[in-house]
């Protein structure tokens, strides 16, 4: 992760490694709070229903808002994950690893993932929020 040296991944020396995801990143800097961001293109407008595809843009939206504070993925300290089929995150877990690399790179942040029975958007099927830290002078 580039300004590694601003965050710290927090791994007890004595758990099973985390593949994925951090479970604590310590940080410092100006924090950018993004909400929820789900599968549509900027015109909020749903161009799949495929699941994977949606993540990808959603993952998208994300980094094109950090862009909006001259941050970056590599930014990213904390992802919380809403999807309405957890069964079908599993089932495409290979695919969904790849559209998050091309879209995050090797960044793996703390995340959460959560099964919520709807998302307020009918055709959504994913919703991400995301908070970052931009190191302080960047």
Request: aromatic share 8%.
């Amino acid at each position: 992760m580039s300004d590694a040296s601003d965050h710290q991944l927090l791994h007890p020396a004595h758990w099973k490694a985390a593949v994925g995801y951090a479970n604590g990143v310590l940080a410092s800097g100006r924090t950018i709070f993004v909400g929820g961001q789900i599968g549509w293109n900027a015109a909020q407008v749903f161009e799949s229903d495929d699941f994977v595809a949606q993540v990808h843009q959603a993952l998208a939206n994300i980094v094109e808002i950090l862009h909006q504070a001259n941050a970056g993925p590599e930014h990213v300290v904390r992802l919380t994950w809403y999807v309405t089929d957890k069964r079908e995150y599993l089932a495409r877990l290979k695919e969904v690893g790849a559209a998050y690399r091309e879209v995050m790179g090797k960044h793996f942040p703390a995340m959460t993932m959560v099964q919520v029975a709807d998302l307020i958007e009918d055709r959504a099927k994913v919703e991400i929020e995301a908070t970052a830290v931009l190191p302080e002078g960047k």
